[in-house]
């Protein structure tokens, strides 16, 4: 089968900051850190480190920012061809990072925002049943919700990854066989519910699969009969935890969809592939290896199922 990723790609570059920006003054920041971003393109990554076939097909631009990505994310084994080049500048975050660990992201997405509803038939001309469309919240709401819907019409699996999140997207429930989100997402579509009662609520309002990221506390999932899936996070000690949610997805859909292991032995894979990016600082850089990844894919039949 063949994985077909729908997203975003473009050029993060990440500061040390000691203090935020406030309007009137100038910060001094560390020396910048650039690596590829996006989480289209962060997910086909993990994907193609677990030895899937994957398109990834992501807007960049006609400039050095998008020839850099296209050469990078070819060493990474993905295929340039796929990739949408268009005559304007590849989108851009710049990440300012304080001494806690957190962050303040301003993003440019216009080449994610360019690709409208009536592009997504010649983008997804080969895609075909017993492939799966893999799609995050970057690109326009309308132009998901025509993928999402083509792919469901021919009989390809669907797996939506609902971030950066918007409350709009709970009209394409129906459309998605698998969904993965966080606490927070989870949060705004399902408020002040428990987890657990979360995922029911979700697949009442029409979705496959659901899988809820819990940070350090693991994930649990809701498969087709309703029964629950746990499992624990690795205890690890964090450093970085920037990339864990698109580690977890990229490596969850590997061993689901890819290598067809059972919901419960998907999710223990996920969170092991996570625990490895929480560990090291950055995103490309923090994601799992290839032979990180056979060892996860091959070792994963520890797990916790509870109904
Ligand atoms: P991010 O936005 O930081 O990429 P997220 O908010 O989408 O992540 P989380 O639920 O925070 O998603 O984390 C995803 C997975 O990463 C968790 O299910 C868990 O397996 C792993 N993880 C996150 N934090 C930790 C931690 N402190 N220790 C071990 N594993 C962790």
Redesign the pocket.
């Known amino acids: 089968m063949r994985f077909w990723v729908l997203g975003n790609a473009g050029v993060d570059e990440t500061m040390a900051a000691a203090q935020w920006p406030q309007p009137g003054h100038t910060i001094i920041v560390g020396a910048p850190e650039r690596d590829i971003g996006g989480k289209g393109a962060n997910q086909a990554l993990v994907l193609r480190r677990a030895g899937c076939a994957v398109h990834l097909v992501a807007p960049i631009g006609a400039d050095a920012e998008g020839a850099w990505i296209s050469q990078e994310l070819k060493g990474e084994g993905l295929e340039p061809t796929d990739f949408i080049v268009l005559p304007r500048a590849t989108d851009r975050s710049l990440i300012f990072v304080a001494p806690d660990g957190e962050n303040a992201i301003a993003s440019v997405v216009g080449c994610a925002a360019s690709i409208q509803p009536a592009d997504v038939d010649a983008l997804l001309c080969r895609i075909e049943r017993g492939d799966a469309l893999l799609m995050q919240g970057n690109l326009r709401h309308d132009t998901t919700e025509a993928a999402l819907a083509l792919a469901k019409a021919r009989g390809v699996r669907t797996v939506f990854n609902p971030?950066p999140v918007d409350i709009a997207f709970r009209t394409f429930w129906p459309l998605v066989d698998i969904l993965v989100l966080?606490?927070?997402e989870a949060g705004l579509f399902v408020p002040d519910a428990e987890p657990e009662a979360a995922l029911r609520q979700l697949r009442r309002d029409g979705v496959g699969i659901i899988v809820l990221?819990?940070?350090?506390e693991?994930?649990i999932a809701l498969d087709r009969e309703g029964r629950l899936h746990r499992?624990s996070?690795?205890?690890?000690i964090?450093v970085d935890?920037?990339?864990?949610?698109?580690?977890?997805t990229g490596a969850f859909i590997a061993a689901f969809l890819g290598a067809q292991r059972d919901l419960g032995t998907s999710l223990r894979a996920?969170?092991k592939a996570?625990?490895i990016?929480?560990t090291r600082r950055g995103t490309r850089s923090a994601f799992p290896t290839e032979s990180e990844l056979d060892d996860i894919l091959g070792a994963s039949a520890r797990i916790v199922a509870a109904d």
């Open positions: 971030s966080n606490r927070e990221t819990l940070g350090r693991g994930a499992a996070a690795e205890p690890v964090a935890t920037t990339g864990a949610g698109d580690s977890f996920a969170t996570a625990s990016t929480v």
